[in-house]
């Protein structure tokens, strides 16, 4: 890999909207700086779109569905371009890896890992999307019943900063493998991988506006897509108070309407856990890409009798972590996303020991030599806390772990569901009963036992309670993006007459 410094091609210094199967500016000229988080040097400006470019995207949206051809492709040919997105993406790996890198901040590894599921998200859909068909019902008398599946139309998909080539990829992919045409709204911080994935599309075959690109603010661009009445659904993963806001103004046209949102996902060590494989599965769970994740788990509760030994080496290997270039592969942690997340990390910090919690290791802005300009966060993990402190309670967004322990397994499930939120939970245990118990106990859409890997195409990610609701990364994905119509026939001799006149 290369460095910091150093273009890709991919990389250039400006970034225009996609709309309708073409490169555009925004209607005003207004543009957004985009900036590398690890050294806090501009690297390019992004048409910033108005809600005059979300009415345009819309509307080619619109058309593209209505009166285009690729709802109306055959399912093998749809794939059959999922498969070559696919393809481009894979023979511009180190170029997509690289530009995600330098705007986002984060490691190597975790780019890496990123870029690749984003690659087979695409594959997996064309595969599911074969696949997803109607039902033969059976039905008494002369009576026939077959069910349907088919595009549901428009969908407005807004992606977080936090993944941002991935989750695109998540929204993306089995949208247009329904037929499906999409107006995707990327975070205004991370906007370049998105849009270059745009272009990928159009260059793989997908017809002009089925997929479009609108990056621009939240509060302009993405309600005016929330709130049109020619978009048929909504896709969000973002913030719980976001997601909230984006449900109600989705009901006035009544949207469907998908939230992956906020989450505080406990992990549970048991005594009889293998420690050294929980210690390194747990720091993963909260320092992979900076902590910056919706299911990081951030409450770790640990038994009492192992505690000690647990922590011992919890806290040992925590001091290892690496900071520094993104780009080597020596690196495990890389920047926070901007100044407003490391004041926001730190504030939970200070709340932490204002209300008597013990700050074990971390707890600071980082200062990490040769990157003095970018946004940096020392791993932390902090004890002695209490199930009302903020810390315990709310999310974080950063690399900051709060530990407790437990007495047994009725406590440790009490811990894990005392939160308002429900997307992850991991539980180590050798004891494969418990872990059965604890995992069905657990109120989360996510349970990880003795794995620290809460996604993978092909399985469900979604949460319970103020987590939101809906499926993604699985085939039942697909039906969120489709209309089930039932079709009933009557193949008897006689002409019906129910009402006997």
């Known amino acids: 890999m290369s460095t910091v410094e150093e273009k890709v091609s991919l990389k250039r210094e400006y970034y225009h909207l996609i709309i309708n199967g073409e490169k555009v500016e925004s209607s005003n000229g207004a543009t ?30 619109r058309d593209a569905f209505d009166n285009g051809k690729w709802s109306k492709y055959p399912v093998s040919r749809r794939a059959q371009v999922l498969n070559k997105i696919a393809a481009i993406m894979r023979s511009r ?44 019902n059976n039905l008494p008398g002369q009576f026939s019943n077959y069910t349907e599946k088919e595009a549901v139309g428009v969908c407005a998909q807004i992606i977080p900063w936090n993944y941002p080539l991935m989750m695109a990829a998540w929204k993306i992919a089995p949208a247009i493998a329904v037929g499906c045409s999409v107006v995707v709204k990327p975070a205004s911080l991370t906007p ?26 939240g509060s302009e661009v993405g309600n005016y897509l929330v709130e049109h009445e020619l978009v048929d659904k909504v ?18 046209t009544l949207k469907r309407v ?44 640990i038994q009492e009798s192992i ?32 100044q407003a997340q490391v004041d926001v990390i730190d504030g939970y910090v200070q709340s932490a020991k204002e209300e008597g919690a013990t700050i074990l290791l971390g707890g600071k802005v980082a200062n990490v030599e ?23 309670q709310e999310e974080i967004f950063g690399p900051v772990v709060v530990v407790s322990k437990f007495k047994d397994e009725k406590e440790a499930i009490h811990l894990a569901n005392d939160t308002e939120f429900g997307l992850g939970s991991a539980v180590w245990s050798k004891d494969g009963a418990r872990a059965t118990r604890v995992a069905n106990a657990i109120q989360a859409g996510i349970v990880m036992v003795n794995c620290p890997f809460s996604a993978m195409p092909g399985t469900p990610f979604g949460g319970y309670k103020q987590s939101g609701f809906g499926r993604e990364l699985c085939i039942e994905t697909l039906d969120l993006y489709t ?7 009557y193949y008897g001799s006689r002409p019906l007459n129910p009402l006997g006149l």
């Open 32 to 61: 957004i700086d985009t900036f590398n988080p690890a050294t806090g040097e501009l690297i390019a400006k992004v048409a910033k779109a108005t809600k005059e470019d979300a009415e345009r995207a819309v509307q080619a949206a």
């Open 307 to 338: 505690y000690d030994e647990f922590m011992e080496k919890f806290v040992a290997k925590a001091k290892q972590i690496k900071l520094g270039d993104p780009f080597s592969k020596e690196t495990h942690m890389g920047a926070i996303i901007d």
């Open 370 to 392: 040769g990157y003095e300009n970018g946004f940096w966060y020392e791993p932390t993990i902090i004890t002695d806390v209490t199930q009302e402190m903020k810390v315990v």
């Open 258 to 301: 998908t939230l992956e949102l906020g989450g505080k996902s406990p992990n549970l060590v048991f005594e009889d856990a293998d420690i050294d494989a929980a210690v390194d599965g747990s720091l993963y769970g909260i320092f992979y890409n900076s902590g910056q994740s919706c299911e990081a788990r951030s409450r770790l509760y």
């Open 235 to 252: 896709a969000f993963t973002g913030s719980t108070p976001i997601g909230k806001d984006i449900m109600k103004k989705a009901s006035d």
């Open 93 to 136: 790996f180190n170029e997509l890896v690289e530009l995600e890198i330098l705007d986002t901040g984060k490691s190597l590894s975790a780019a890496q890992g990123q870029v690749h599921q984003a690659i087979e998200d695409f594959e997996f859909y064309a595969a599911a999307a074969v696949g997803h068909r109607g039902v033969v």
């Open 483 to 489: 209309e089930t119509k039932s079709i009933i026939s």
């Open 192 to 217: 370049l991988t998105a849009i270059i994935l745009g272009e990928i599309c159009l260059e793989a075959g997908v017809p002009a506006g089925v997929v479009n690109i609108v990056p621009g603010s």
